[in-house]
């Protein structure tokens, strides 16, 4: 079945600093991945997305590119802010109306 | 639009008792989609409809967890005989019916406790 393994936190980290959370998953047939972001006392709510192989997903400063070589979707940003501190979920789903399936999710908090 | 709704935010129970929740989608929403979400976990696939139809409820996490859609609108998770167990954050999500991969959009939760 499809599953998403993220790498573990929290994560902490300085304002400016560069940022990875890894995601890799497993997957039948050709996926669409997402990353979303679940801000304090906040539902969760859509940061990006790729739907097929080389596909990049853009929003906010954050990027992550579908790898299917890899079977990978890190999300990425060049200069994290003190806003940016939230828990991020990496999340696919494929054709057949399966559902959504998430990582557990990686805590990031960024000091100023 | 206005949001995915659902009540109550919080709900503290004794073990045993039976609870329901609602959740109010997105109005021009066809799709609604129950999950649970525990402690340092991602959320977990319960349920969902398109429209008042339910396609998906073998992930159910037993016969005591039931959920209706009946005019297609708003939803509600009801989970009977209530265990410790079952603590955890209820989410509800809401996506137009245009393909797979279409994001969902999701409420703050319900979050339930069972003393």
């Known amino acids: 079945g499809n599953s998403v393994t993220q790498m573990e936190g929290p994560v902490t980290l300085s304002e400016e600093a560069f940022l990875t959370i890894n995601c890799t998953y497993t997957?039948?047939?050709?996926?669409?991945l997402f990353w979303y972001v679940q801000y304090p006392g906040e539902g969760l709510q859509l940061l990006l997305k790729?739907?097929?192989?080389?596909d990049k997903g853009s929003n906010k400063g954050f990027e992550a590119t579908y790898r299917k070589e890899t079977t990978s979707f890190h999300l990425e940003k060049g200069s994290v802010q003190v806003s940016d501190s939230a828990v991020y979920f990496c999340?696919?789903?494929?054709?057949?109306?399966?559902?959504?399936?998430f990582g557990k999710g990686t805590r990031l908090s960024v000091i100023a | 639009d206005t949001g995915v709704s659902q009540n109550p935010r919080h709900k503290i129970t004794k073990r045993g008792q039976n609870v329901t929740f609602r959740c109010d989608p997105i109005?021009?929403?066809?799709?609604l989609y129950w999950y649970r979400q525990t402690l340092g976990q991602g959320p977990e696939f319960l349920t969902y409809?398109?429209?008042?139809?339910?396609?998906?409820k073998s992930r159910l996490l037993s016969d005591r967890f039931s959920a209706e859609r009946p005019k297609g609108s708003f939803s509600t998770l009801e989970i009977q005989r209530t265990e410790q167990g079952d603590s955890a954050m209820y989410l509800c999500?809401?996506?137009?019916?245009?393909?797979?991969?279409?994001?969902?959009?999701f409420g703050s939760g319900t979050q339930l406790s069972v003393l």
């Open positions: 999500a809401s996506s137009p019916d245009r393909g797979f991969n279409e994001k969902l959009f």
């Open positions: 997957a039948t047939g050709y996926p669409s």
């Open positions: 790729a739907t097929k192989a080389d």
């Open positions: 999340a696919l789903t494929s054709p057949g109306n399966t559902p959504l399936v």
């Open positions: 109005s021009e929403h066809n799709r």
């Open positions: 409809f398109q429209n008042e139809a339910q396609l998906e």
